[in-house]
């Protein structure tokens, strides 16, 4: 699963630094019905995140890949009741970091530090790109009106006997 994670990154990463000059389909070969975005928090104590909600009609089925917005990426995944489409993202924001560093602190000298990519879209806190794959091209769709929708809470996962 993991692997699996990592390769999804490796994809986004690869497909942002492709999207600086990226030219937006007009006319995408689906219709958005409802775009809905939440911020929620809990399920682990620090934990929090948003996600992305987006319905949609198609006359064909439409492999959907990245979505970007308010300056994150991340893989959308596809699902389907009854009558309606939908695909949705999920953005971790807790500020949760790990460093591991080796005993001998000589061994850190060589460590470089990770470059930050910048975001390479600006846009408006209500908007998003979709990225698509159609006969083999990745497209890409702005979404120019996705609502604020109310905050989740999850209750802690956690039980009392787990905290000591």
């Known amino acids: ?47 929090k995140g948003i996600t992305v909600n987006i319905s949609y009609t198609a006359l064909y089925p439409i492999k ?13 995944e596809s699902s389907k009741t009854k009558d309606k489409k939908f695909i949705a993202a999920n953005f971790m924001t807790s500020k949760k970091t790990s460093v591991t560093l080796a005993k001998n602190a000589s061994e850190e000298i060589n460590n470089t530090v990770t470059a930050i990519k910048k975001f390479p879209y600006e846009l408006k806190q209500n908007e998003a790109i979709i990225s698509y794959i159609v006969k083999g091209k990745t497209k890409y769709f702005k979404v120019k009106s996705i609502k604020k929708g109310k905050s989740i809470f999850y209750p802690s996962t956690r039980k009392d006997n787990d905290i000591k």
Not at 20 to 27: L, Q
């Open 1 to 47: 699963m993991k692997t699996l994670k990592i390769l999804a990154i490796l994809i986004t990463t690869t497909l942002l630094s492709q999207c600086g000059s990226t030219k937006f389909e007009e006319n995408p070969p689906f219709a958005i019905t409802s775009a809905i975005y939440n911020n929620w928090t809990g399920g682990v104590p620090g934990n």
């Open 64 to 76: 959907f890949d990245s979505i970007f917005f308010l300056e994150k990426t991340a893989i959308l």
